[in-house]
């Protein structure tokens, strides 16, 4: 009898992995878990053949006297199956009513044929699977044990001899029960472990993934801008020189002349464009920090196009997540290729500030400016890319005209992330996304970066200067 009580038992909670009283499955929960619905088809089965076979087993070995009562018992449970336990995996309620019957007509069945005791074969895995915490489930045990002792004793009519033979059989009985259950709840426990862990680890694989195909990334846009800038940059400035030499030779023919200006000219604004594009390519370094950062990204913008860049920092964390310290860059080397390309400035300020919550880029120049209308609607592809940029990490930019003339740029980027849900503060969670959320954030930047590499390799080259304020090609 409790080797195969113990081997039902063992079976059912080997099959309940993930539920039960060993990982606390909810108690009032609205629905019943995933693996509960899996399993109910093979509990309906068990509660509907399993008493019957113990009916069938008791009427050959019992006596006939016997039968009726025991059949009454063991058939209530299959009764009692349909009308509560089916729904106890789902419902405190149900559950509060069958277990308590449940282990009445156990012990009545034992008491009019004792060998109805194999139906715990099926009464004890029932106590491990639905009943949430193993407290409860040990008590839940217990009170199995002390059904099958009081039926037994009823059915050895109260002697001494029989009082002594329930207390073993039901002792063994819950002792076997137990050590299966602790067992494989044992077994249970370790095994989500190990399943957290493999989350953990594969989650880390795809951060560590999506991190290098972004080194990959911006390793290649500084390879080809310094390829740009050491080839095609010293050509056109070669092309521009000799142009200008030529176009200066006397006694030269009006078309002609006419003709190695308009070399010069479009050399020196495919020169210029050339330029611009190698200083938008290039790769942010955050090295030493975001102000060093910035510091070295106006050095290099102002070398490249000329434009006098005045750095502002009144305020900058000490501390700056890398992934904040990126999207600061980007944003800055995107509002400054944006000043080249449409205010005609020729100077401009950069203004970073923070506080406590928030950190603030401005970018002001006193080019051409932007209308109101303008500005409301302004959305070419380099904001684009920077508002998808910030809103990856819950920022947000604004454009505007400046009442002293020009256009004033305005990053917003929040320091402290917005909180997690409720149900996702619950794992642990609050406060900072989880790791599949920076994985798709990285890959989401990882996109931006490739479309606003292909655009400005296709970008059209804009039109002419004015000739007159052409000057020595500083080689």
């Known amino acids: 009898m409790t080797k195969g009580e113990g081997t039902a038992s063992g079976s059912a909670r080997a099959t309940g992995a993930g539920t039960g009283a060993g990982t606390g499955a909810a108690a009032s929960s609205a629905a019943p878990s995933e693996w509960h619905r899996r399993a109910l088809p093979w509990w309906h089965l068990a509660f509907g053949l399993g008493p019957a076979a113990t009916l069938g087993f008791c009427a050959v070995l019992a006596d006939d006297d016997a039968v009726p009562l025991a059949a009454v018992a063991l058939l209530s449970m299959t009764v009692l199956w349909f009308a509560f336990g089916r729904l106890s995996f789902g419902s405190r309620t149900a559950r509060m009513v069958f277990l308590p019957l449940l282990i009445l007509a156990l012990t009545v069945a034992i008491a009019a044929a004792p060998n109805a005791a194999v139906i715990q074969c099926l009464v004890f ?8 915490g193993l407290r409860s489930a040990l008590i839940g045990n217990a009170f199995v044990a002390i059904g099958a002792f009081v039926g037994f004793s009823v059915a050895q009519r109260g002697t001494e001899y029989g009082y002594a033979t329930a207390a073993a059989i039901s002792l063994v009985s819950v002792a076997f029960s137990v050590l ?24 880390a694989q795809a951060e560590l993934a999506a991190a290098n195909r972004e080194q990959g990334i911006a390793s290649e846009r500084e390879r080809l801008a310094r390829e740009l800038h050491d080839t095609i940059a010293q050509s056109l400035t070669g092309l521009v020189m000799v142009a200008q030499r030529a ?33 938008s390519s290039a790769s942010v370094r955050v090295e030493g920090g975001l102000a060093a950062a910035a510091s070295r990204l106006s050095a290099r913008y102002r070398r490249e196009t000329g434009i006098d860049v005045d750095l502002d920092i009144r305020a900058a964390p ?30 401009v300020v950069v203004r970073i500030d923070a506080d406590t919550e928030t950190l603030v880029v401005e970018v002001l120049d006193d080019g051409v400016g932007i209308s109101v209308a303008d500005a409301e609607t302004a959305g070419g592809f380099g904001l684009s890319g920077m508002r998808e940029r910030l809103a990856l990490v819950g920022g947000q930019v604004t454009v505007a005209p400046r009442s002293t003339g020009g ?21 642990g969670a609050a406060g900072d996304r989880t790791a599949a959320d920076r994985t798709a954030a990285n890959a989401a930047a990882v996109q931006v970066s490739e479309r606003r590499a292909r655009a400005e390799t296709q970008r059209e080259v804009t039109p002419a200067s004015d000739p007159a304020s052409r000057s020595e090609v500083d080689a």
Not at 125 to 132: A, E
Not at 252 to 273: C, F, K, M, N, W
């Open 125 to 132: 895995p029932f106590i491990w699977v639905s009943i949430d």
């Open 180 to 203: 299966m259950g602790l067992w494989i709840t044992r077994i249970t426990v370790w095994g989500h472990e190990r399943g957290r862990l493999l989350e953990e680890l594969t989650d």
């Open 247 to 279: 176009s200066a030779a006397r006694n030269l023919d009006p078309a002609v002349r006419a003709d190695l200006e308009l070399i010069e000219s479009i050399g020196r604004e495919t020169l210029g464009e050339t330029r611009a594009l190698v200083a």
């Open 318 to 347: 000490s501390e700056l997540d890398r992934e904040l310290e990126v999207v600061v860059l980007r944003c800055m080397q995107e509002a400054l290729a944006n000043v080249r390309k449409h205010a005609a400035a020729s100077h």
């Open 407 to 427: 256009t004033s740029l305005r990053a917003t980027i929040p320091l402290v992330r917005p909180s997690a849900p409720n149900g996702a503060a619950a794992d």
